[in-house]
């Protein structure tokens, strides 16, 4: 079935694409999603790749508990309004048989002290850093976790937010309040290259106002990202988080003049968010496309046949010709951190013959495979293959013998359109505005928009409540200028990034 | 500290290991474990083989939710007693500030439905797989997920039994009983070249009697491994299901004869268990011994001098000489379902100047690195290093410009010698016996009993309330041979392998 397009209803078709490309589906619990096979394989290209890149800045992976006691939640007192609020509670040990057709919570088995189902993990790390840390030689720890965790929200979406969701999240200790810093920053610029070299997402980096920080955090840094209907997606966040979780569980450490301080911290992740941002920032309405960064399938070939002989032509084609040309591609990403990444070049043959060719062409459609080729009994005569790709829809006829060398080009330029068009969308749909009239029409009309503001709390919260606007970041890249608050008049040093957002 | 040898208290000995190799700790939270950078590092490699070897027997991943409404395990009875009774159950999704110091669960927030934390995810699964299986052109399903899972239990132990803990637990779906059989076999295979060839323990393959078996399984397939102590460790699991779960889902499929029928499933599975596997099979008096197949660090560099100026001699010397060789490392397993697998050379150089060569010794010692490189000044005149085996602790010196070679036989040699000695170990202590004072005498001494067994639950219970011994399962390779039940003289038709178990 085709998709709604995307200009009738984003939404519906969003969700539409999700289902049809078999990336997500819900479940039967509320809020929490089953992530299908293929949605599951891009997702694990992402996190490969994030964490080669983690690993190269000096990370290693730990695991810490699903589970922490509600008491750890009234530690730091920033953090309880953030996070403690919707989560699951954990309140019993044990079922038992009802005596009539099922099981029941056994009233006796009753915990003590309820157990959150970790929204994040600072209380629960910091608490086990404090066992970790006595001087300055065991810092700074480095780690990072790939874990599930759980917020209730009640309205959810698919990948963009659920009830349980799938992400990392980093945890760093340090000895000076620099060196916490640095390392916020440098993980900004970790995911940066990521969204830009792999995902060919062009966002917007910056640092979050004192509204939009992560609860307990000082500074927040983060990648704006603009989907196709103009919204901005918040694509990971990095935080300075000074000494407030080291205060809170007491995590001090003997530093080089021989004096007892407390550590100081960073945190900073990326989630299963990234999918519905990937989508949205490259979807058409024929469905997903998927950069070849990160693609389960760079080339899916589709064979075409109507005779037993002309199935058993076609197969050795593919298998003789065609096949040992795509095995000698080279399809690298350049990547700030990583250096040249060579990416194995993924390919499927749909052999399948209860499908047609039709449905077929339709389904990687759906799934956004970058390159396509068809191979039927004339091909093989003429000693070519029809090859298209996904981003463009441009079709065009190889001699089999220069295959690779197709494929070979193609792939980085399919990886460079997408990164171009979506910069250039997100360009082309940022607008600077000076009064509130502009302001607010620019957000009707589903911009990004660089405007003054005052600096205040207040103010924030009443564009908000106005316009639904919220200010997405600083962006680390704007000049100071002198200006007046959009909204109150009041003097202003900076424009900042407003847009509605996901 | 030294640890307490394995002969004094073996008990002691692994708890520990555990802890001073930094593997793993306790957490605030009642058994759930932190699994540290170290320990985390050797599942990752656990992780890394595995699911290599699921994907190349044509298996993907997919991700399903952490929650399972209450009433799915009502559904599959047999499996309702097994598995919904210690477990972590939500009732409630909101905290609120308790308006005192802390924060309370919200009494307005209680779940209709109380959801249970998986314990596994038969229910949750099959209940989803109901939406993708509607004729014999679905089937397969061939899915794996990583994930973590919550067991209730009293008694726990780092990595053995905890609360939480990581697994993998692959989930098909077939069109015919013969296939979903053929599939829990394949994996029980896949499981034993796993052990075998990458964690260097040969365990005992075979399938377990009804009473050990996995609740809502027709046939449950297992491999127990024996620990240094005498005991047995059940390492993985692999069940047939038949139609169980699709008879408590309703899910069923439009066969090649347009009939409606059951699907056939299968599950399997293996854990973090496999750490507590892996140290207690291969550790010694000094510590952790990892197999170079899974080893994060095969090769430790540590420095020794005394002025600067050896200092920076040792360091090029190191840089210049050594590193390059080892760089040139060529390190193979062979596996069955895998080939030949290249594991590349994983190096330290520990130039930590705060810690003596001593320490650092016996750090890496505990943590098991296969191999260990001392180099100082006077070895850098010589153009010689010293090399150690972690495995039988030979030192030998060895020209630098031979290193490469040296290390190439080594890691081999290493890995081989560890599943030899686990495997000799295992034989030695297999006995045979046919009187129950035999047997019991037998169990005492930590063997692994070959006895027949008249093939009743109530006789397997008698004998584990009276020995502690339980059928640790049916080996695959015994043949039939006439007996008497150890226990009751009844018929029997074949021997069945009991001990003690973890």
Same mark, same amino acid.
């Given at each position: ?23 997500? &589906? ?115 720890? *480095? ?54 070299? $792999? ?34 997606? &918040? ?5 300075? *988080? ?10 001090? $450490? ?111 459609? *759906? ?108 962006? &680390? ?26």
């Amino acid at each position: 079935m085709a998709l709604t397009t995307r200009e009738k209803d984003f939404s519906a078709w969003y969700n539409e694409l999700v289902e049809q490309a078999e990336l997500a &589906q819900s479940s039967a619990v509320r809020g929490c999603m089953v992530i299908r096979p293929y949605g599951y394989a891009i997702w694990e290209n992402m996190q490969k790749n994030l964490d080669a890149m983690f690993k190269k800045t000096g990370h290693q992976n730990a695991y810490f508990p699903l589970f922490i006691p509600k008491s750890f939640f009234s530690k730091e007192a920033k953090h309880v309004d953030g996070f403690a609020k919707e989560a699951a509670v954990v309140t019993h040990y044990r079922l038992r048989n009802d005596g009539k057709w099922g099981i029941e919570v056994d009233p006796e088995a009753k915990l003590e002290e309820e157990l959150i189902v970790r929204p994040t993990s600072e209380t629960i790390i910091w608490n086990t850093y404090k066992d970790w840390i006595q001087s300055y030689r065991d810092l700074p720890i *480095l780690v990072n976790q790939w874990a599930n965790v759980v917020r209730w929200e009640m309205r959810t979406r698919l990948f963009l937010r659920s009830a349980e969701f799938l992400w990392q999240e980093g945890h760093t200790a340090h000895a000076t309040a620099q060196e916490a810093f640095e390392e916020t920053v440098k993980m900004r610029k970790v995911y940066q290259d990521f969204f830009k070299n $792999f995902l060919a997402i062009s966002g917007v980096a910056g640092e979050k106002s004192e509204n939009e920080r992560f609860a307990g955090a000082e500074n927040t840094y983060t990648i704006e990202a603009m989907m196709q209907d103009g919204k901005a997606l &918040q694509s990971c966040t990095s935080h300075y *988080l000074g000494q407030n979780f080291a205060k809170a569980f007491d995590v001090t $450490f003997i530093n080089k003049d021989n004096k007892s301080e407390l550590v100081y911290a960073t945190s900073w992740g990326a989630s299963t968010r990234m999918m519905g941002g990937l989508i949205m920032s490259h979807g058409d309405d024929k469905g997903l496309i998927v950069p070849p960064g990160i693609a389960p399938i760079h080339v899916v070939i589709v064979p075409i046949w109507k005779t037993d002989d002309e199935k058993a032509m076609v197969k050795t084609f593919i298998e003789k010709k065609i096949m040992p040309q795509l095995e000698a591609v080279n399809f690298t990403i350049q990547s700030e951190f990583l250096g040249d990444v060579t990416i194995p070049l993924q390919m499927k043959v749909d052999r399948d013959d209860q499908k047609s060719p039709g449905w077929k062409f339709n389904q990687y459609e *759906l799934q956004g495979v970058p390159v396509r080729i068809t191979v039927g009994p004339r091909d093989v005569s003429n000693g070519g293959v029809e090859m298209v790709r996904r981003d463009n829809g441009v079709k065009q006829t190889v001699n089999v013998v220069d295959l690779q060398k197709h494929v070979d080009v193609m792939l980085p330029a399919i990886q460079h359109s997408l990164l171009e068009k979506n910069e250039s969308m997100r360009v082309k749909n940022t607008v600077t505005v000076d009064s509130y009239e502009e302001f607010t029409k620019a957000l009707d009309e589903g911009k990004f928009v660089m405007a003054h503001w005052d600096g205040t709390v207040e103010t924030e919260e009443l564009i908000k409540e106005e316009t639904k606007g919220t200010i997405r970041c600083i962006p &680390q890249d704007t000049t100071e200028e002198l200006g007046k608050c959009i909204r109150t008049g009041a003097p202003s040093r900076k424009r900042v990034l407003f847009a509605r957002a996901y």
